[in-house]
């Protein structure tokens, strides 16, 4: 009896299975019909019954078992007052944030920072600029500022050239602090994480600059000035 029990259920976990294998392949099927250079990085069951939860492009998505309803947006689980769907976004922004090494960003923190902040830049936006000339106030509230590149207009043009030129300088952050003044870099190359950095801000999801993401992950900016950053940081850091 004991052994017909464990092959019914052996035979009904391999069926489970194979049931959830075709609704993934159905899923992503779906997604690429759809959008065919799109690049899925995880197909997974979502909290949404009926639904499964697609990761492209550093956005989330919900997609029906059968293929044929996309939903885009907020998923909100009210019992417990949270947004999975910001929840997730954060996990993979975090996840893919931190595997930048400090020898592939440009630094300004104060001796014993209390929060780090990823901020992705481009040299020539004029909110980037306006929170680079607080710099000084942002380390007085505790907070260190990690930059990354994110030319938004992209390879082979002049914010892009320049954030390679002050990349490329013998004092990056004298150079980066003068470009966010309005004085152009003295031309320079060299091997640089640019367009890789720029790769990572488009696979997060970056639309726009500054984009500042707090260490959970957690994207809170836009432009925030000193004081207010510090308090949004000081509420993330009490959520949890």
């Known amino acids: 009896m004991l052994k017909k029990l464990t092959l019914a ?32 990085d995880s197909v997974t069951k979502s909290s949404l019954p009926g639904f499964y939860e697609v990761v492209t492009g550093g956005q989330v998505v919900y997609v029906s078992a059968d293929g044929k309803y996309l939903l885009q947006g907020s ?57 680079h000339h607080d710099i000084a106030q942002y380390n007085e509230q505790g907070i260190a500022v990690e930059y990354l590149w994110f030319p938004r207009s992209g390879p082979g043009t002049p914010s892009f050239d320049k954030a390679v030129s002050v990349w490329c300088s013998t004092d990056r952050n004298k150079a980066f602090t003068e470009a966010k003044s309005g004085t152009d870099p003295k031309t320079a190359t060299c091997e640089n994480p640019i367009a890789e950095e720029f790769e990572l801000g488009r696979r997060v999801g970056i639309n726009g600059t500054p984009t500042v993401i707090a260490p959970d992950g957690t994207q809170i900016g ?19």
């Open 9 to 40: 259920l052996a035979l009904a976990a391999a069926a489970f299975t194979a049931t959830a294998a075709d609704e993934t392949k159905v899923v992503s099927e779906a997604i690429l019909s759809l959008v065919p250079q799109a690049k899925i």
């Open 75 to 131: 998923l909100f689980d009210m019992s417990n007052k949270k947004d999975l769907t910001e929840a997730r976004l954060g996990g993979i922004r975090k996840e893919l944030v931190d595997k930048v090494p400090k020898s592939k960003r440009i630094v300004f923190a104060p001796k014993d920072p209390k929060y780090t902040v990823t901020v992705f830049t481009d040299i020539d936006c004029g909110y980037c600029r306006k929170l």
């Open 222 to 240: 836009g432009y925030l000035a000193p004081e207010a950053m510090r308090q949004r940081l000081d509420s993330l850091a009490s959520a949890k």
